[in-house]
């Protein structure tokens, strides 16, 4: 806990009690108890994205702690700090064909960090030394210097509930005696959440010398704050230097908004602009961006990465140089250092910022003319989200939907997602999770996700705000792959899921609203934020009917408009 822990989410079991009642005698540690290991693990992984602090799992032993599998490889991928405790059977056990009983030490292969098997517990007090420094270990090895979840197995012989002869009178005595001397969580020497990305820091910032001729900043999936945004912000300008920013950057959402690039996979549809806008060299922060159009653009320039772990975030193999340091660091030496820039490079910015402008009038003008598809969803959706509070967009066709339409905005907006490996499951349980830990946080789904975490809903009730399902028939993102046509698509690749939302929401107690058309999606919404001024609990679900096959017409007229630099004239 000297790490900043402070929330244990756990699954019931058997073998896993003698870590509850240890648990339990924390007056500062949350308990959260859920039945699926599944849905447990992604909402640790929400809560611990939304906190910013490692967060604790518990299970049984056997198959209990492989249920974490996705939510660990995501943690892993996306540098989510994650303490996992599989408790576990006797050694002696293992390979002997004992009920419930695998070989745990190494469930999760490389998604972690560390792999610990201390073996039985001992009463001694070089052993419970050593307990206690493994602890401390995994919190910060959970933190840095590249986050991710570390895995601790713990076996236990029975009897697993307190007994008056556990150990003999002695062992007892220095037990506690050893445990009376151990060091508390307040003077242990972990460093805090928050300092990590400093105390780990390796290369130094005030060494970076900008490559000469048109370059770009791109800002990709990352925990950016407010000091990043003003200090990215200044350093862009006094040296000339557009700033593209993910939609799960955060950056496109906030008062330091104006000056960002969001348009660009919607530019680079346009050959002319392809060419015009294509730099000689990239200054990253985050991780991979969304757009698999930007990154296929960027294949083959010159890059350097600034990552404050020690991740290889490098998929077209670019990177040419890689500094582990703080990214604000990074952009306030660069915002006092001289310029060295001069007036092509303004020029370069200044066409930059003038494509961005034209395409949001370009794409403003669609959305006046267009049918209502997911566009207009995107930006009502945006629009209406309070200041400070937070939006879980599910992977597949939202999260490109979002990078697409979303456009900026002045208020500061929280944005999460699941992009260390962008899986649709998950999403639910997440959710909640990040509605436990951290800001009131709405989501924004497909059909498909939603019943791929049905047992999130169990969790529905934690959440604060709605859940807004697009529900367009299944897997649409397929419509525009090359796999639309193939014979079997509808069954085999869309997989469309006949089953009643309503019913579903119900069945959890889950208050649910099926719209169809704009107006009725501003009047559910208005319904929504009441509820949330009221009681601060606005949990529901809103689900979206939209054709599919329409959205699909309508995305495409709009590509070949953008394609031409000719303005939208909206599908009739």
């Known amino acids: 806990m000297a790490s900043g822990l402070r929330l244990l989410v756990l699954s019931p079991g058997s073998r896993s009690t003698p870590v509850v009642l240890a648990a339990q005698q924390r007056s500062d540690l949350d308990i959260v108890p859920i039945l699926d290991e599944r849905s447990a693990a992604f909402f640790a992984l929400g809560a611990a994205c939304a906190s910013n602090r490692p967060v604790a799992l518990l299970a049984t032993s056997g198959s209990a702690p492989a249920h974490w599998y996705p939510a660990v490889i995501e943690a892993s991928e996306a540098a989510v700090p994650l303490v996992l405790l599989s408790a576990d059977r006797p050694p002696r056990l293992r390979n002997w064909g004992a009920n419930q009983t695998i070989d745990q030490t190494r ?86 959440a928050e300092s990590n990305a400093a105390a780990f820091s390796a290369g130094d910032p005030a060494s970076l010398a900008l490559p000469a001729g048109p370059g770009l900043i791109i800002c990709g999936p990352g925990s950016f704050d407010s000091v990043f945004a003003s200090t990215l912000k200044c350093a862009a300008r006094r040296h000339c230097l557009p700033v593209l920013a993910d939609p799960l950057s955060g950056l496109r959402f906030g008062p330091e908004s104006d000056d960002i690039i969001t348009c660009y996979d919607a530019l ?49 193999h670019d990177v040419e140089l890689r500094m582990h340091c703080d990214p604000n660091r ?10 060295v820039r001069g007036n092509a490079d303004a020029d370069w910015t ?78 639910l349980s997440t959710l909640a999770g990040i509605n436990h830990a951290g800001p009131p946080c709405w989501a924004l789904l497909g059909d498909l996700s939603l019943c791929h975490d049905l047992s999130g809903l169990l969790q529905s009730k934690r959440n604060k705000r709605p859940i807004i399902v697009i529900n367009n028939g299944g897997g649409r993102i397929f419509d525009y792959l090359p796999q639309h046509g193939l014979p079997g698509f509808e069954l085999l690749w869309r997989t469309a899921v006949d089953i009643d939302l309503g019913t579903l929401a119900a069945s959890v107690g889950l208050h ?8 009725a999606f501003d009047l559910v919404l208005d319904q929504a934020l009441d509820q949330a001024a009221g009681t601060s609990n606005a949990a529901m679900m809103i689900e979206i009917l939209l054709d599919g096959d329409r959205s699909r017409d309508l995305h495409q007229e709009f590509w070949e408009s953008i394609a031409s630099d000719l303005p939208g004239e909206g599908c009739r």
């Not at 052993?127 to 919190?139: D, F, T, Y």
């Open 268 to 316: 680079l549809r346009n050959p002319e602009k392809k060419v015009a806008l294509r730099p000689t060299w990239v200054l990253r922060f985050g991780r991979a961006p969304v757009s698999k159009r930007l990154g296929e653009w960027l294949n083959g320039i010159p890059t350097i990465l600034i990552d404050p772990g020690s991740g290889w975030s490098d998929p077209n």
């Open 330 to 339: 990074v952009c306030a030496n660069l915002a006092a250092s001289p310029r």
């Open 107 to 192: 469930l999760f292969g490389a998604f972690v960090r560390e792999n610990h098997d201390p073996g039985l517990p001992s009463p001694y007090p070089a052993a419970l030394k050593s307990v206690r420094a493994l602890g401390l270990r995994a919190g910060k090895i959970s933190l840095a210097p590249h986050p991710g979840p570390v895995h601790i197995n713990l076996a236990f012989e029975e009897p697993l509930v307190p007994t008056s002869n556990c150990f003999g009178t002695a062992e007892s005595t220095a037990s506690q005696a050893a445990i009376s001397q151990l060091p508390t969580a307040q003077s242990a020497t972990i460093p805090p």
């Open 350 to 427: 200044i066409a930059w910022l003038n494509a961005e402008r034209r395409m949001r009038e370009q794409v403003d003008r669609y959305l006046t003319q267009a049918d209502w598809f997911e566009g207009h969803i995107i930006r009502t959706l945006l629009a209406r989200i309070p200041s400070e509070e937070a939006l879980l967009c599910a992977n597949s066709m939202p999260i490109r939907q979002l990078d697409t339409w979303s456009g900026q905005r002045i208020d500061h907006l929280s944005l999460f997602g699941n992009r260390g490996v962008s899986g649709i499951d998950g999403q």
């Open 512 to 519: 649910h609203a099926r719209i169809e058309t704009a107006l």
